[in-house]
Nanobody
Framework: VQLQASGGGLAQAGGSLRLSCAAS????????MAWFRQAPGKEREFVAG???????????ASVQGRFTISRDDADDSVTLVYLQMNTLELTDTAVYYC?????????????????WGQGTLVTVSS
């Protein structure tokens, strides 16, 4: 099982980044997928989640209206999950993790997720 997150980097406040997560090794098309983030000295925070069908999405209050999560299950061997981040703010600086939950419904609690990626660092500068 592998969840490979990528796309992090340095961006200016007000700018955009798109994160990607490639999930393989299980039938992740049946899993809900989510992005969490963790800033230095803070707890891991739910950012966005998408149900197994893609029909339901949920966002943390701090990113609502700025971030968009989507998924692509066209390839049977890998599920791709994206996080489009617009109008970035300094407080978006964190390590971003993708996660998968076998229940298929979006949950906002980190402990509910079965598999995690290694994280990708996003740094927003002024």
């Amino acid at each position: 099982v592998q969840l490979q997150a990528s796309g992090g980097g340095l961006a200016q406040a007000g700018g955009s980044l798109r994160l990607s997560c490639a999930a393989s090794g299980r039938r992740f098309s049946m899993y809900s997928m989510a992005w969490f983030r963790q800033a230095p000295g803070k707890e891991r925070e739910f950012v966005a989640g998408i149900s197994w069908s893609g029909g339901s999405t949920y966002y943390g209050a701090s990113v609502q209206g700025r971030f968009t999560i989507s998924r692509d299950d066209a390839d049977d061997s890998v599920t791709l999950v994206y996080l489009q981040m617009n109008t970035l703010e300094l407080t978006d600086t964190a390590v971003y993790y993708c996660a998968a939950d076998r229940l298929g419904m979006v949950q906002t609690v980190a402990d509910a997720y079965d598999f995690w990626g290694q994280g990708t660092l996003v740094t927003v500068s002024s």
